[in-house]
T-cell receptor
Framework: AQKITQTQPGMFVQEKEAVTLDCTYD???????LFWYKQPSSGEMIFLIY??????QNATEGRYSLNFQKARKSANLVISASQLGDSAMYFC?????????????FGQGTRLTINP | DAGVIQSPRHEVTEMGQEVTLRCKPI?????LFWYRQTMMRGLELLIY????????DSGMPEDRFSAKMPNASFSTLKIQPSEPRDSAVYFC?????????????FGQGTRLTVV
């Protein structure tokens, strides 16, 4: 069963607009972590933001924020004031504990294109 | 720190040949992950190690794939024999510490083409 679901294969947004990238997850563990990574066309994976399952507040990092709705098992990434350089693939990932070690699994990704 | 180092960056090989991908994790990191990225299947977790021990290899597609981590500073992913459908970008990632909020750091990837 898919543990991380990103339902938007692609999104197109005008520069300077805010954009929300969806992510839902499935786990029965009470302790887990959620991550967002950016992959530009150059191919590297860049860590953006983290949300822990016990965190009371939504995580924020500069223009990135995470809309964490635990009961709905969603962790959407919000990018404010989008820029041309935000065009990239975005991956949601979940860390869960397996056999005492922490396993990181990714969703299928969303390709974001920022139009000038 | 130099980050996670993967070699080679690009590999082109003929079907049936053995391919070995290499990874040097960040010093001090105790977890290492191998991922495969394709257009069709996205980022798939192949195997991950904790303290050099393989914890979960359920993502390894077939017996043709094998991975080793002989010490804390080196890991290999081997495909023998290689097939065209193995063409993909293979990423190695490492992380350190026991806290849940520690992110994994990725290497630049190895782009494998099997012809």
């Amino acid at each position: 069963a898919q543990k991380i679901t990103q339902t938007q294969p692609g999104m197109f947004v005008q520069e300077k607009e805010a954009v929300t990238l969806d992510c839902t997850y499935d786990t029965s563990d009470p302790s887990y972590g959620l991550f967002w990574y950016k992959q530009p066309s150059s191919g590297e994976m860049i860590f953006l933001i983290y949300q822990g399952s016990y965190d009371q507040q939504n995580a924020t990092e500069g223009r990135y924020s995470l809309n964490f709705q635990k009961a709905r098992k969603s962790a959407n990434l919000v990018i404010s004031a989008s820029q041309l350089g935000d065009s990239a693939m975005y991956f949601c990932a979940m860390r869960e504990v397996t056999q005492g070690a922490q396993k990181l699994v990714f969703g299928q990704g969303t390709r974001l294109t920022i139009n000038p | 720190d130099a980050g996670v180092i993967q070699s080679p960056r690009h590999e082109v090989t003929e079907m049936g040949q053995e391919v070995t991908l290499r990874c040097k994790p960040i010093s001090g990191h105790n977890s290492l992950f191998w991922y495969r990225q394709t257009m069709m299947r996205g980022l798939e977790l192949l195997i991950y190690f904790n303290n050099n021990v393989p914890i979960d290899d359920s993502g390894m597609p077939e017996d043709r794939f094998s991975a080793k981590m002989p010490n804390a500073s080196f890991s290999t992913l081997k495909i023998q024999p290689s097939e065209p459908r193995d063409s993909a970008v293979y990423f190695c990632a490492s992380r350190g510490g026991a806290l849940m909020n520690t992110e994994a750091f990725f290497g630049q990837g190895t782009r494998l083409t099997v012809v």
